[in-house]
């Protein structure tokens, strides 16, 4: 606070706007860490306000040892992409969900930059759809009890809950003969998706839930933001911390 000392605060209800930062600063890390150097321009370009992508997951078993990929392409005023092996638990929810994250994380500055432009995610995975859907809904006790990625559920529902009109996310239906700039980049996902997930070099990081993410007052640059392994968030003025 003002004085200095350390005040804690719970996600979304009692911090919505912190938390919410703090979500952004967990997914830029990881994106920076995803992302290699794949500098995709999609297929579309116009001047529709709308940011479309799409992505999917694969899940296989290589020598005997279980893996799963994901693959991120733009399809319409976008720019960037994803290919990556998962590290940690192998599952093909968790690929479905790191690919949705990493859709919407690489959207958001262009929706901050203009507030009319809509985002437009896009799945074949039925079940993930109507989980993003609602993310906004769910309680910090159901994302810790969930089997999934915890740091992309917060994202996402913190993102959702802030900008509850701009973010939409669709089901698409996968392995047609249908043709166009959405169904060729779903399909070069699926490929590629498979392509990862064989890699044997895993490139996803686990976070331990303890980073310190500065988050500057703007009014005080000394004053950060720490998010400890309980989830709370706790105010540091940095020139009275040893």
């Not at 020598?63 to 092996?85: D, F, K």
């Amino acid at each position: 606070d003002e004085d200095g000392n350390p005040r804690q605060c719970f996600l979304v209800r009692d911090c919505e706007e912190q938390s919410k930062l703090v979500e952004r600063e967990e997914m830029k890390k990881r994106e920076d860490t995803y992302i290699q150097n794949r500098n995709i321009q999609s297929e579309m370009t116009n001047n529709a306000k709308k940011i479309v992508w799409t992505s999917d997951g694969s899940l296989g078993t290589e020598g005997g040892n279980i893996s799963a990929g994901v693959a991120v392409r733009p399809v319409q005023n976008a720019q960037g992409g994803l290919m990556m092996r998962l590290k940690g638990k192998q599952a093909i929810a968790k690929a479905e969900l790191v690919g949705a994250g990493m859709q919407l994380q690489m959207s958001i500055d262009s929706m901050k930059s203009d507030s009319t432009i809509q985002f437009h995610g896009m799945l074949d995975n039925k079940g993930m759809v109507q989980a993003l859907q609602t993310a906004h809904l769910l309680t910090d006790r159901q994302i810790k009890r969930d089997k999934q990625g915890g740091t992309v559920l917060r994202f996402v529902r913190a993102m959702n809950r802030s900008m509850p009109n701009e973010i939409k996310w669709h089901w698409i239906k996968a392995h047609t003969n249908r043709k166009g700039p959405l169904h060729n980049q779903h399909n070069k996902c699926d490929e590629e998706a498979g392509e990862a997930r064989m890699n044997e070099t895993e490139t996803m990081p686990e976070l331990n839930g303890n980073d310190i993410v500065e988050i500057t007052d703007a009014n005080n640059k000394n004053k950060i933001l720490v998010m400890g392994k309980d989830k709370f968030l706790t105010m540091i003025d940095k020139t009275s911390q040893p």
